[in-house]
C-alpha cells in the first residue's frame, strides 16, 4: 500500500502542473470522465456530495455546476490552494484539508460520496470504501472512477506501452518530477479488476454494485448504494 506521508509529498510537489498533465496525459478524455461520473449521480440539485481525495477540484466542481452543494475533502494542501480559487460564486464546493480515511464529515450527512483516481492512492482503499459509505445516508451513492486494464488484447498492448514508456517520460519532463510519473503506472498496474473492485465494494456493505468501462478500460466507473441493517 502506499505510503501516506509520501503520497501527500509527491502530490504537494507536482501540483502546480497537475491540472496540465491530466489534460495532456489523457488528451482531454479525462474532462469526459469525470462528466460521466456526475450522470452517475442522477438528480443533484439540493443534493450533498462529498468529494474524497478532490485534488485541485474539478470533479468537485463540476457536481457544483449540476446543482449540487459539495464538500472537497483532500490531505494534500497545495492541491486545495490550487481548488479554491477556481469557483468562488455562489453554489462553490467548500474545500476542506482531511484524509479520506477519517474523512470530517458526520454519517448519513451525504447523498453522494465520490472519489476520482483518489482511492487507488490511500494506504487502505477497503477502509476508504467503509468510509465513504459512511458518510452516505440509506439509499444514497458511492461513486468510485478510477484508471483499469482494457479488455481488448492490442488496446491493452498499446496502452501498457504508452503508460509504461511514454507517460512516465512525458509526465515528468513537463512537472519535473519523474518519480511522480512513475508511481503511477505501478499503482495502476497493482490495482483491482473491476471485477473483483464490484465485490470489494459489495464486502463494504454496498448494493446494487456495478461498473462501466470508459474508452475501452482504459478507466472504469464503480457505483453501490448504502444500505444500513
Same mark, same amino acid.
Given at each position: /500500500? ?5 503520497? *501527500?509529498? /509527491? ?33 443533484? *440539485? $439540493? *443534493? ?8 485541485? $477540484? ?20 497545495? /492541491?486545495?490552494? =490550487?481548488?479554491?480559487?477556481?469557483? &468562488?460564486?455562489?453554489?462553490? @464546493? =467548500?474545500? #476542506? ?5 477519517? =474523512? @470530517? ?6 447523498? #453522494? ?16 470504501? &467503509?468510509? /465513504?459509505? +459512511?458518510?452516505? &445516508? ?28 511514454? =507517460?512516465? +517520460? ?5 512537472? $519535473? ?14 490495482? @483491482?479488476?473491476?471485477?473483483?473492485? *464490484?465485490? &470489494? ?11 462501466? +468501462? ?16
Amino acid at each position: /500500500m502506499p505510503d501516506p506521508g509520501l503520497v *501527500r509529498h /509527491m502530490f504537494g510537489r507536482i501540483a502546480g502542473r497537475y491540472d496540465l498533465l491530466n489534460r495532456v496525459l489523457s488528451a482531454g478524455v479525462d474532462v469526459r470522465w469525470r462528466r460521466r461520473t456526475v450522470a452517475a449521480a442522477g438528480e443533484l *440539485r $439540493g *443534493r450533498v456530495v462529498v468529494d474524497a481525495c478532490c485534488g485541485t $477540484g474539478d470533479l468537485s466542481l463540476a457536481f457544483a455546476r449540476a446543482g449540487a452543494r459539495v464538500v472537497g475533502v483532500d490531505f494534500t494542501p497545495e /492541491m486545495l490552494r =490550487l481548488a479554491t480559487p477556481k469557483d &468562488r460564486g455562489p453554489g462553490a @464546493p =467548500l474545500f #476542506v484539508h482531511g484524509d479520506a480515511l477519517a =474523512l @470530517p464529515v458526520a454519517d448519513d450527512a451525504a447523498d #453522494v460520496c465520490s472519489v476520482a483516481f483518489g482511492l487507488r492512492n490511500t494506504a487502505d482503499p477497503d477502509a476508504g470504501l &467503509r468510509e /465513504m459509505a +459512511r458518510v452516505v &445516508r440509506p439509499g444514497g451513492r458511492v461513486l468510485v472512477l478510477e484508471f483499469s486494464q482494457p479488455e481488448h488484447r492490442l488496446l491493452a498492448r498499446a496502452y501498457g506501452t504508452y503508460f509504461e514508456h511514454v =507517460l512516465p +517520460r512525458v509526465g515528468g519532463w513537463i512537472s $519535473g518530477d519523474g518519480e511522480a510519473y512513475r508511481y503511477l503506472p505501478a499503482t495502476v498496474g497493482a490495482w @483491482p479488476s473491476p471485477d473483483e473492485l *464490484r465485490a &470489494r465494494f459489495e464486502a463494504a456493505g454496498l448494493v446494487d454494485c456495478g461498473f462501466a +468501462r470508459l474508452t475501452g478500460g482504459i478507466a472504469c466507473l464503480h457505483w453501490g448504494r448504502v444500505v444500513r441493517a
